[in-house]
Each structure stands twice: as structure tokens, then as C-alpha cells.
């Protein structure tokens, strides 16, 4: 038995000992969007914006999860279609690159309510940042139609529009 | 302590895969029934804990979205744990205990569907020593398996009994997914899956949610006309590396039952969460359950979690399965088990009583 | 009538994490002795002998230091058979995954028995770890396999 205390009677070969250890994780998995996002995807797939409205209080959701998390109510097959122009309520100047966007900083990152919807949508805005503010009439940019397909990604970002801001009171709920 | 019950408790069919639903799409009909059952709504009880997994669905966070199914606005006590549901129910009844709740939701959701469930469970080992040589979950069970058919602690033919009585029990039960009725010789002569196991050894790989409503005193018994009272609770965790532990025995287990007080008077039924029926063996035997026929005690007349696997749910609905039979008064008094971690490390006990 | 809903999409997902994880004192010893193709194990205060090395007593939470090396042989006492093995396992044929005792341990560990089939696994077999050409330091540096075949 090589019963033998560790005292450096067989130095490694190496100069550094190992001191961090890889351990990549990779899993696979085939995702099911559920019903519901995918008649939103499917929907988005053809330039449509598919909302879904709460059957307690009225308000549309976009993008619908296929639920109301504020009544826990599933929505029906129902969908309302929604304007690709909307209201800015919120925006950000990013300064910090993020690798999964691939845009050149500064961007800005906005929070838009569309046209009919009562939630706001997470996206970005092509503007000087010194014009962006809160009110801002904002429009999709859509990719080419031939490459549009089943994803969000179909929206490549909003710009401004020339209409009048919109009132502070039609918007300041979601702030 | 504070006398605490299970007075609601619904689960979702087990199902293979869930297709064209959503984790929350899961969950809402189970709460809304829940809420028709008991007629207490998620949102307003005092406290709401939930057990998932994100390497189950595949994506960090996740759990929060569960919380749509609640409707969490205007904003709700609530907690969540990265376990099965039991823990989330253990969480829930300590708040109450504290006396910081009178009613809690407790529940559990997962889509192990979405991936490759063995592989996924690989994540929940050393990630220094054994993750990095990536062992499925049906592998790990194969060495303990292996351990007890070497040691002599359990026969193959008692493990083909186990998943013969578990199926034939879930026949009864239009939620489990495995429902058959199988001769033990016909077990016994199916190939085997990862030698020692057969497929019959083994839990389905099932998709979906259940729910248990918490309320403790005067509230419960307004609730439920036959609450279930929660006497005894209990988890006990070993070492994470099977190497250092006694594989064929659940010592955890055993510890859990005595300080639950699961032998201090007859057990009508009990609802075992093993996903393995050497396991189940072993989750059994350190209750203190007769495997003879003639005893009394029920096991799994649900299926247990050989007929119906929603992880990260099903322990949960153990202890809802065993509520159930004490609200219908078809038994007095049952024992409910879940666990966690690789081969049972970790395991808890829920005893309940019927007043 | 409701209609036939759609069915939902679907779509291949990969999710990869690329986790370094720092050792502390123990387990780096534990690799770096790995990647030199030795194996190190620790004693814990009653004399038996722990492989993997640990930190701190399993049992007792005792911190533990008191490593000493191990033969690279030892015994199999339990099994169980991959015959499809998954594209993160460790081989890319049938092989076992089993519980091993090296000599001069008290307590065994998983890793992985490279054997022809499995009908040359048994409880109890001898096993020998079989170095990759290029060792880094990591628990995949080494298999084992059956002594006879070595």
C-alpha cells in the first residue's frame, strides 16, 4: 500500500497547482411555447401585434402570457389586434454594452405602450438621445417581410413619428 | 404549537408532456379549483410559498412567472423554494407556526418534459467531483439498486411487486399516467432499462402542478368540514456523496418518521414519493410499514410517485393525496412522504389525523 | 364548439453555463495530483480514509487536512449500465458508471468502468484507472478499467 504522507516526494511536473476547475454546463431542451404565445408569435410571423384582453377587467395584454397575472384568469381564444405606434413612458440611455445586444452604445432602451394595449413592451429606440422623452410618438421598424418568422425579433426597433406627445394622463398609469 | 391542517388540495392530470400549455397555464385551472374547493382565493391568504425548479424549465427565474397563476397584484406575501412543493408546504406551516399567517397556498409546478429530466438531475450533484462526469438520475438509482440486491436487503421480485401494487392502485386514480395491471412475473421479464433497473423500476417522467391550501385553528375547521391536521413534520438530509452513506437503508427517513411521531398510532394510508421502487423498498421499511399484505396501512393508493412523477409537485401531492382520504373520512390517520437530492438524501415526513 | 386550438410551437433550446469553480486548499491538492495521474485521498480523525478528500468530515464537520496518496486500484462494489450513452457522458460507448473502492480507501466514489460489455461488470471485480494522454486536472482525466484488460 502507498500509504505515504504527502511531502512533495513526487513534485509535480507542472509549476502552478490546479487551483479553478471548468465544469461547463450544457443541457438540452425542446421548448413548447404553450397556445398562447404561439398564436403571438404566429401572429407576429404575419406584421400582426396580437393582444389578448382580461375577460374581469377589459385591459389588453401585449405580449399575452395566455393569463392575467393580476386576476389569475386564464384568456380565452380571443385576440385583439394592436397599431405598431405607441407612447413612450419610460426610457434609459445605456452606456454598458450587453452581449446579447448588439446595437452601438449609446442606445436607448424604452418602454413603449402601443396603440390599444394596456401593458408596456420592452424594446429600443433609434433616436438622438438628446431628443428622447417620456410622451415621445414612437412606430415599429420591421425587418423586410421575407424575413420575417415566428419571432420578436421580426420588430428590428422603434423611431420617432411626427405626431403631437402624447397627454401625461393617457400614459402615467405605467410609469 | 399552533394546530395547522390541510383543508384544500388539487393537482393536474400526470401527464407525459405538456404541449400547448405553459407552466402557468398549468397552474391556473388547478388554483381556480383549488379556490372553488375551499372557497379562499390564492391571493388572499397570508402567505403563498411555491417549490420549482429553472433547470426544469429552462430558464432562470421561471418560478416567478408562477406567480401569475396567483394573481399577485396588489402585491402578496410569498416565498418560493428551488425543492419539491413539500418543502414550500414545510416553509409555509413554520410561517404559520410563527405565527405570521391563519391561511397559506402552498404549491408546485414543473415541465420536466422540456428536457432530458435524467441528465437535468445530474445538476444537483458535487459539481466539483461527480456532476463533471455527468451520471443520469436513472444510473445513480442503479447503484444503489445494485447495493441492495448484492447486500441482500431486497429481491428483484419485491421490487416488480412495488411497481405491480403501485400501478394497480393508480387504476383507481384518473390522475396518475401509469395505470396498468401487470403480474410481478411479467415484470420480471422485461428487459432491463440500466441493469438492475427495468422500465417498471421507474417513475414516468410526467409534467404538472398541484396545490394545497394551509390554515391553522378555528379558520381551518370553517374551511373544511374534515381537515387534515398536520401532527407530525419533519426532513432530515444526509451527505450529498453516496459514498459516505449507508445506500441500503433510508436513515434519513427513519430519523424524519420518529421525530414526525409516525409510530405512535395506527397508520390507515400512506403516500410514498419514490421514484424507484427499490427506493420505495426502502422509504417503507424505514417507516416502519409492514410489507406483509395483511397489515393495515395502505401504501400508495394513489399510485404514488411510481404512476405519476410531476416533479417538484409530487411530493406535494402526497401529502395532498393522504389530506384527501382524511377529508372524505376514509381514513383517520396517514403519513406522507417526499423527497429530494440523488438515491433519497434528503426526506420528509408529514403526518396527518383526522379529527 | 371551440376549434381545435393550434399546436404550440416549438423549438430547440441549449442552455450552457460556462461555471469555473475555484478549490480551496483541499481539493486543489485533490486535482493537482490528478494532473500529475496520482490519486489523494484524506484521513479523518478516527483513521479511515475518505476518497474524494473533503474539506470537513461528513459526519462530524471536523475540518480535515491530513492527505495522503492512494493506489489508482481498487474494487467495484456496485454498478449500473449505459447502454446508450448521452453526448455529455464521458464515453461515446456502452460503459458502467460504478461505486469504487480504491486500496487504501474506507469509503468508494462514482466514476466510470470502460468494459467491453456488461456482462464483464460484476460486484466485486478489480479495476485500475486508465490515464487520458493529456491530463488537465479534472475528474474526466481517468476511466477505469477491468485489471485483466488493462
Known amino acids: 500500500m502507498s500509504d505515504r504522507q504527502m511531502d512533495g516526494d513526487k513534485p509535480s511536473e507542472h509549476d502552478e497547482d490546479v487551483t479553478l476547475l471548468r465544469v461547463p454546463v450544457s443541457l438540452d431542451y425542446d421548448y413548447s411555447a404553450g397556445v398562447s404565445a404561439s398564436r403571438f408569435l404566429r401572429g407576429i410571423e404575419q406584421g400582426k401585434l396580437l393582444g389578448q384582453r382580461c375577460p374581469v377587467d377589459g385591459r389588453v395584454y401585449f405580449p399575452s402570457r395566455g393569463s392575467c397575472p393580476q386576476h389569475a384568469v386564464t384568456f380565452g381564444d380571443e385576440t385583439v389586434d394592436l397599431s405598431d405606434k405607441g407612447t413612450i413612458v419610460t426610457f434609459s440611455i445605456v452606456r454598458v454594452p450587453s452581449a446579447n445586444i448588439p446595437l452601438e452604445l449609446p442606445y436607448i432602451a424604452v418602454n413603449v405602450v402601443l396603440d390599444g394595449a394596456d401593458t408596456i413592451l420592452m424594446h429600443v429606440l433609434d433616436a438622438n438621445p438628446e431628443d428622447v422623452h417620456m410622451g415621445m410618438r414612437v412606430q415599429a421598424v420591421w425587418k423586410p417581410r421575407e424575413e420575417w418568422t415566428t419571432s420578436t425579433a421580426n420588430i428590428l426597433y422603434f423611431r420617432a413619428i411626427d405626431e403631437p406627445d402624447a397627454d401625461y394622463d393617457q400614459y402615467k398609469e405605467h410609469i | ?355 | 364548439m371551440c376549434p381545435e386550438p393550434e399546436a404550440a410551437l416549438t423549438a430547440p433550446h441549449s442552455l450552457e453555463y460556462t461555471y469555473k469553480r475555484s478549490l480551496g486548499p483541499i481539493l486543489s491538492q485533490f486535482f493537482t495530483a490528478l494532473r500529475d495521474r496520482r490519486m489523494l485521498a484524506v484521513r479523518r480523525s478516527d483513521g479511515s480514509v475518505l476518497m474524494p478528500p473533503k474539506e470537513y468530515d461528513p459526519d462530524t464537520g471536523a475540518s480535515l487536512d491530513g492527505m495522503i496518496e492512494i493506489s489508482s486500484e481498487g474494487v467495484v462494489r456496485s454498478w449500473s449500465w449505459v447502454s446508450k450513452p448521452r453526448r455529455q457522458q464521458p464515453l461515446d460507448h456502452a460503459f458502467a458508471y460504478a461505486l469504487i473502492q480504491l486500496d487504501g480507501a474506507d469509503t468508494t466514489f462514482l466514476h466510470v468502468v470502460d468494459a467491453v460489455e456488461e456482462g464483464s461488470m460484476s460486484t466485486g471485480m478489480r479495476v485500475a484507472a486508465r490515464w487520458k494522454a493529456e491530463t488537465t486536472g479534472s475528474m474526466t482525466d481517468f476511466v477505469f478499467v477491468p485489471v485483466s484488460s488493462k
Open chain 2, 1 to 355: 404549537m399552533r394546530d395547522v391542517a390541510v383543508v384544500g388540495f388539487e393537482q393536474s392530470p400526470c401527464v407525459r408532456r405538456e404541449q400547448n400549455r405553459n407552466e402557468v397555464e398549468v397552474l391556473v385551472p388547478v388554483l381556480r379549483a383549488l379556490r372553488e374547493q375551499t372557497g379562499v382565493a390564492g391571493a388572499d391568504c397570508d402567505f403563498i410559498c411555491s417549490g420549482s425548479s429553472d433547470y426544469l424549465a429552462g430558464q432562470s427565474f421561471a418560478f416567478v412567472s408562477g406567480l401569475d397563476a396567483v394573481g399577485a397584484w396588489p402585491p402578496v406575501s410569498e416565498s418560493h423554494v428551488e425543492m419539491d412543493g413539500a418543502w414550500a408546504l414545510y416553509e409555509a406551516w413554520v410561517k404559520i407556526q410563527m405565527g405570521q399567517a391563519e391561511t397559506a397556498l402552498v404549491y408546485g409546478f414543473g415541465k420536466p418534459s422540456m428536457g432530458d429530466l435524467p441528465m437535468t438531475m445530474a445538476l444537483q450533484l458535487d459539481p466539483y467531483c461527480v456532476m463533471p462526469l455527468w451520471p443520469d438520475a436513472i444510473s445513480m438509482a442503479g447503484l444503489q439498486a445494485r447495493h441492495c440486491l448484492d447486500a441482500g436487503v431486497l429481491t428483484e421480485r419485491e421490487m416488480a411487486a412495488a411497481a405491480a401494487r403501485d400501478r394497480r392502485h393508480a387504476m383507481q386514480n384518473s390522475n396518475a399516467q401509469l395505470r396498468w395491471d401487470r403480474s410481478v412475473d411479467e415484470i420480471l421479464a422485461e428487459p432491463y432499462l440500466a441493469n438492475p433497473l427495468r422500465k417498471s423500476d421507474c417513475a414516468p417522467i410526467s409534467d404538472g402542478a398541484s396545490a394545497i391550501l394551509l390554515a391553522a385553528g378555528d379558520r381551518a375547521r370553517e374551511i373544511c368540514e374534515r381537515p387534515a391536521w398536520i401532527r407530525g413534520i419533519e426532513h432530515i438530509c444526509e451527505p450529498i456523496d453516496l459514498g459516505v452513506r449507508d445506500l441500503g437503508r433510508s436513515r434519513s427517513t427513519q430519523i424524519a418518521a420518529e421525530k414526525a411521531g409516525v409510530g405512535s398510532g395506527k397508520i390507515d394510508v400512506a403516500e410514498l414519493s419514490a421514484p424507484f421502487t427499490h427506493q420505495e423498498i426502502l422509504v417503507e421499511r424505514a417507516l416502519g410499514l409492514s410489507l406483509d399484505s395483511s397489515s393495515q396501512t395502505v401504501v400508495n393508493p394513489s399510485g404514488g410517485a411510481l404512476a405519476g412523477n410531476p416533479l417538484m409537485a409530487v411530493g406535494l401531492s402526497r401529502i395532498g393525496e393522504c389530506a384527501s382520504r382524511i377529508f372524505s373520512g376514509e381514513a383517520d390517520r396517514g403519513v406522507a412522504h417526499a423527497t429530494s437530492g440523488p438515491c433519497l438524501q434528503q426526506n420528509l415526513i408529514c403526518v396527518l389525523e383526522g379529527e
